[in-house]
């Protein structure tokens, strides 16, 4: 059933241009939510600064991310929007939540040893970060976190932290589940057998702003082969053709090929200019509301302090909540 009357948070992270795997991974979802429940969401820039990032990109970088919220149909009218950094109780409860935290979790998640690994010095900020992402998401007592796959573990300590708290301090917060995407998992196109991310290079990804004629270039080039052999979980195809169908309406081309695929006979050069297609028509509202905003960054930063003044209200409140359970008077 589709959620009603929940809370529910969600984040991206500011760095860098967003994605087909970020929109269906997560944002699409976030619009359609907005309608009959209670919605936060949030440019985590305290989150994208636990690698090494350049200062001065960061203003436009947060802003971009703020107008592609919008772009993709978020109503600030009905949801909350805001930079994490605008309301200071997120990290005040993570330095809370850091205490009753064990390490040994943090040291366990995939996404730590992933960025870890690529780095000389691992900043602390680093290992804490899913500790924050857990008051993110509780100091709103938020139920439903609209996330990626990628995500899931993040989810799950953020639900032991809660626990823990509980336990510790008496009954408190809920316990956040994630909320699943049609895709969760939006795989490359040149490499199948990764997640689509913007690391990998441009020819991985469709970004959200990339122009007709480049869509149809690196859907052209996409890798459709079974990935040597490891199953359908991997193949290039798959992954293409659950794109087509989570973005074309209509049922009964979606079996035609459905049933092309299975039976090994798909024509990828009559099905990809279709997909190609049905990607351009999904972005091109996109693209255009977000020209319009780019125009009026000022309307932008206005919505963003609306957003943090009511984030604060109720962050404030927890935090005060958090503080007198924990003897901090
Ligand atoms: P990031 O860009 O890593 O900050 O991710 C922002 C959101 O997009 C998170 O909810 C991720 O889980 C989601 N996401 C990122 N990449 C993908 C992908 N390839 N498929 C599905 N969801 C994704
Ligand atoms: N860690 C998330 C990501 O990499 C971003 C994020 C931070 C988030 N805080 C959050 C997502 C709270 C959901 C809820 O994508």
């Excluded at 990109?57 to 947060?62: A, F, G, I």
């Excluded at 199953?231 to 659950?242: C, K, V």
Aim: include cysteine; aromatic fraction near 8%; charged fraction near 25%.
């Amino acid at each position: 059933m589709f959620p009603k009357n929940k809370v529910i948070f969600s984040g991206i992270k500011p760095t860098g241009e967003l994605h087909l795997g970020n929109y269906l991974g997560t944002l699409k979802n976030w619009a359609a939510l907005q309608e009959q429940n209670k919605c936060f969401f949030s440019v985590v820039d305290y989150h994208a600064i636990t690698v090494p990032y350049d200062p001065k990109e960061m203003p436009r970088q947060v802003l971009d991310i703020a107008i592609d919220f919008l772009a993709t149909g978020i109503n600030p009218e009905k949801s909350v929007i805001f930079v994490q950094s605008h309301v200071p109780e997120h990290t005040e409860l993570a330095w809370l939540l850091n205490t009753i935290t064990p390490v040994a979790e943090l040291e366990r998640m995939t996404q730590f040893k992933d960025k870890a690994s690529e780095q000389q010095t691992v900043g602390a900020g680093l290992l804490n970060y899913p500790v924050l992402m857990a008051a993110d998401i509780l100091i709103y007592h938020a139920e439903l976190v609209p996330v990626g796959e990628d995500q899931y573990q993040h989810l799950e300590l953020a639900r032991l932290i809660a626990r823990k708290f509980n336990n510790a301090f008496g009954e408190y917060f809920t316990e956040p589940k994630a909320y699943e995407a049609p895709v969760p998992r939006v795989m490359s196109l040149l490499e199948p057998t990764k997640k689509m991310s913007k690391s990998a290079g441009a020819g991985h990804c469709i970004f959200l702003a990339d122009e007709p004629e480049i869509i149809r270039k690196k859907i052209a080039k996409a890798v459709t082969d079974e990935g040597g052999g490891m199953g359908e979980h991997i193949s290039g195809g798959r992954n293409l053709l659950q794109l087509f169908k989570v973005l074309s309406g209509d049922k009964v081309l979606k079996q035609q090929l459905d049933d092309q695929y299975r039976a090994g006979e798909l024509k990828y050069s009559e099905f990809k200019p279709l997909l190609a297609e049905a990607i351009i028509k999904l972005l091109e509202p996109i693209q255009e509301k977000r020209k319009e905003l780019m125009s009026k960054p000022k309307e932008v930063e206005k919505i963003l302090r609306s957003g943090r003044d009511q984030a604060r209200l109720i962050a404030g409140k927890t935090l005060a909540e958090v503080k007198e359970k924990m003897g901090l008077t």
